[in-house]
């Protein structure tokens, strides 16, 4: 039993289901005409009657007799069209109902079966079967609450697209989803040179946009017959299959597979005179992100290249990154087939691997001291981040155990990872950063002085983003300033003021994020040790400065302000106005830092302002796929057609973890 099985089950059941929908539907449609032909049979019937009576009048004479019969055989032969009509109505709907019955039967049948199947399955189960059930079984668009759908309070978002705010819908960021995404944006951020192949394409596409058509075919034939020739090549082909219906394809697609694109995508809209390219996930919920604006499809070159180059990149971009990810896919296929080999060599080597794991696992909890053997037995036993909603810096590198990944500060991207065990079999703990900007700098001069976690190493990611990893603080020795006592914490506000005053002194760097969630404290017997955290924003005074979103509600020192520059006094009265406020914003003190230990969860508030954010869901890295998909003149038409985007193509099956 597999989960392929129960895939082929829950198809069944979901087709079972449309067709008792439309059965219904259709028993509802005749149900409503049954009574407009009773209507006409009684207008008929009075007409009859009416007739019968103006033929009793005395004196008529012989033609207007003769016209009152025609009347009256007309209006008989009518009364018998509506009662067969009717006749045949009611025969229909019971053929219906009889159908219908027989199919919730069946449904009856399969549901058992896939019941029984899930729970011989247990845990391996994946969501995603929950998903699909009922996004394959959305009405119309015009016929959907889309703000229902995106509120629901049970099921979660239909999309994760950011609407209508990122705590209710966000998912990870492209760049986090897959590195080729990241390679894309970097593309689409960089100045690299655009060969003239492709600016010749754009200008043409420009050319397209800019016409007027009498319909959406006609734009959609052209972009296509433009694009097609572009886009494809060895690895690159037509995809051919694997969407839910006729009705509910892409206008068309572009794949690693023509008959079993998977996974991942990158969306082409054009949209009239515009054009816009999206990444998308398919990480057991389908997320969407854009990664360009709107952009003009107007033909002002030569007189200006303004809008065309934007354009240009977009293509080369959305080129580059499409083969990427169909190479990405191909390696990672030859990689399961090898897996599938070494899985079929045979029991006795299985055992023979099951006995040399086994050891290994005696050697490490041998040599684990009793704080980090306490650690991972804390991140194993508590509920971890599921491998689909870690980045993929985590999720692919062999070095992480992603069983025991925990986020610690959302929505910022910041973890609690177990090490897998060394060549001594011996494992920790650390914290995992990933950011679009941080001091290394400052963070490794203040950590040579004792004031900052050690980095253990650091790694810069496709599309600018950086990953920083540091060794874990653990609880309950290491506790954040904000998580103090009040009598714990009239002691350890001299300490950290002093250790700022240091740290200020002998770098010359400024931090710009002092509050108390993010400076860790430890006692010892005489006095108490302090490590800072969180250093986006750092560097040397007088020349780093604020980012643009600075959040509202904290007490900012007058001078702190998009591009000022951090000073050491905007630190240390930072500091102070936090611990003042305190005792009023009880709730807000009590969130975490970063790099915190057990029991300590995401931030109430962050430094950062918030456009309502405080999600940390988010989907990362299952096994590569691509396609690339070209949509009508509307929006609407990119995705909604009948049954959602999540239709287009089949799912991929589970696959193991890459290693990176």
Not at 267 to 275: D, F, L, S
Not at 310 to 334: C, E, F, I, N, S
């Amino acid at each position: 039993m597999t989960e392929n099985e129960l895939k082929k089950l829950s198809i069944r059941k979901r087709e079972i289901e449309r067709d008792i929908k439309k059965l219904l539907e259709d028993v509802a449609k005749i149900d409503r005409t049954i009574p407009g032909i009773d209507n006409e049979i009684s207008q008929v019937v009075s007409e009859l009657n009416l007739t019968a009576v103006e033929l009793r009048i005395p004196g008529l004479s012989t033609d207007v007799k003769a016209q009152l019969r025609t009347r009256e055989q007309q209006l008989r032969t009518e009364k018998e069209l509506q009662l067969r009509k009717e006749s045949q109505l009611r025969t229909e709907k019971e053929l219906l109902l009889t159908k219908e019955e027989r199919l919730q039967r069946e449904r009856e049948q399969l549901q058992t079966q896939e019941a029984k199947l899930r729970a011989a399955l247990g845990q391996t189960v994946s969501s995603s079967y929950v998903y699909l059930d009922r996004a394959l079984l959305m009405d119309p668009p015009s016929k959907t609450n889309m703000k229902r759908e995106q509120l629901d309070p049970v099921a979660g978002p239909l999309i994760q697209n950011w609407r209508p705010t990122q705590d209710k819908s966000s998912g990870l960021l492209p760049e986090l989803a897959h590195p080729t995404f990241g390679e894309v944006v970097e593309l689409l951020d960089s100045d690299t040179e655009v060969d003239q192949a492709v600016i010749d394409v754009a200008s043409q596409l420009c050319c397209i946009g800019a016409d007027l058509y009498q319909n959406e075919a006609q734009l959609t034939k052209r972009v296509r017959g433009l694009l097609l020739p572009f886009l494809e090549d060895k690895v690159v082909t037509t995809v051919e299959s694997g969407f839910a219906g006729n009705n509910v394809s892409p206008d068309w697609a572009l794949g690693d597979s023509p008959e079993n694109p998977t996974n991942l995508f990158l969306i082409a809209e054009v949209i009239g005179p515009h054009a816009r390219l999206s990444a998308v996930a398919w990480l057991n919920r389908v997320t969407i992100f854009p990664l360009t604006p709107l952009l003009n499809l107007l033909p002002a070159h030569p007189v200006t290249d303004r809008l065309l180059m934007p354009v240009a990149r977009m293509l080369a971009a959305l080129r580059a990154g499409l083969r990427k990810l169909a190479q990405d896919h191909a390696t990672a296929a030859v990689r399961t087939a090898a897996e599938h080999e070494v899985a079929q060599a045979g029991p006795a080597k299985a055992e023979d691997a099951k006995a040399e794991e086994a050891e290994a696992e005696e050697a490490a909890a041998e040599t684990e001291d009793a704080e980090t053997a306490e650690e991972l037995a804390d991140l194993l036993e508590a509920k971890p981040v599921s491998e689909e909603k870690l980045p993929w810096p985590i999720a692919m590198d062999a070095r992480y155990r992603i069983a025991t990944a925990h986020s610690l500060a959302a929505p910022n991207h910041t973890y609690r990872v177990g090490l897998a065990g060394d060549d001594s079999g011996r494992e920790g703990v650390v914290a995992v950063k990933l950011c679009r900007s941080y001091s290394l700098a400052a963070h490794q001069r203040w950590a040579d002085l004792g004031l900052a976690p050690k980095i253990l190493r650091s790694m810069s990611l496709p599309g600018g983003w950086l990953l920083v990893e540091m060794e874990w603080l653990s609880a309950p020795q290491w506790r954040p300033l904000s998580k103090l006592s009040k009598e714990e914490l009239d002691e350890a506000q001299c300490a950290v003021q002093q250790a700022l005053e240091r740290a200020h002194t002998a770098t010359g760097m400024v931090h710009g994020d002092v509050r108390p969630p993010n400076c860790l404290m430890r006692r010892d017997e005489a006095s108490w040790e302090v490590r800072f955290v969180d250093f986006e924003w750092a560097g040397p005074e007088g020349e780093a400065t604020y980012p643009a979103c600075l959040n509202p509600d904290i007490p900012w020192p007058e001078g702190v302000g998009y591009r000022k520059q951090l000073q050491r006094e905007h630190d240390i009265k930072l500091l102070a106005a936090t611990l003042a406020a305190r005792g009023a914003a009880a709730a807000s003190a009590a969130s975490t830092g970063t790099t915190a230990g057990r029991g300590r969860r995401t931030r109430g508030r962050g430094a950062v302002r918030s456009l309502n954010t405080t999600s940390s869901s988010g989907h990362s890295a299952a096994p590569p796929g691509i396609a690339v998909v070209f949509a009508r003149h509307r929006i609407a038409g990119i995705s909604w057609r009948q049954h959602g985007a999540i239709s287009w193509t089949r799912p991929a099956a589970p696959g193991r973890r890459l290693v990176w």
